[in-house]
């Protein structure tokens, strides 16, 4: 499972409820690993072990046509269904620190995750509390990115995402 790192740093217990409804929460997930500088973490279980690898799959070379309808499919902050959001668009790829606000910059720097100098996507629409971490998924339900972004939760409309095949773990 992949997800924000600032969204678990730090949490004793992490659960994870399958979007197939499934066998019920996955519980015990702990941090296997990380890139701090993406503000990414990757989960892992016993639990998780045992049942059948029907994830997500990522987009292993990205073409331009991946990118021309993506949505995020994720659990915005207080649903707890998944929800799809349909329809956003990357307007740029560019360094984090050209689209967050100034005061972001100091925050994230001071934070040291994500790293200001990493490349992102910044989408058009803002990043809602609870869809940090959520998949950017094409019109072929492929990953191209992890969302990220809810600065001040939510209240500094932006967005951005970290291209999947940048991720180093």
Known sequence: ????????????NITAQPASGGPGPLKQLE???VDIDRDAALLWSAELESLP???????????????LQLDV?????????QQLTPKVDILEQTELGNIVP????LTLSERDSPAIDVD????????????????IINGDGKVIAVANGGLDLGRVEMGWAVPWQDIAW
């Open 1 to 12: 499972i992949v997800t924000a790192l600032h969204g678990v740093a730090g949490c004793k």
């Open 31 to 33: 941090i296997v690993s």
């Open 53 to 67: 690898a029907d994830g997500l799959e990522p987009v292993d070379t990205p073409q331009p046509e991946d990118y």
């Open 73 to 81: 499919l994720g659990y915005p902050f207080g649903m707890f269904r």
């Open 102 to 105: 100034p005061e972001a910059i």
């Open 120 to 135: 992102v996507f910044k989408l058009q629409t803002h990043v809602v509390p609870g869809h940090s971490g959520a998949p």
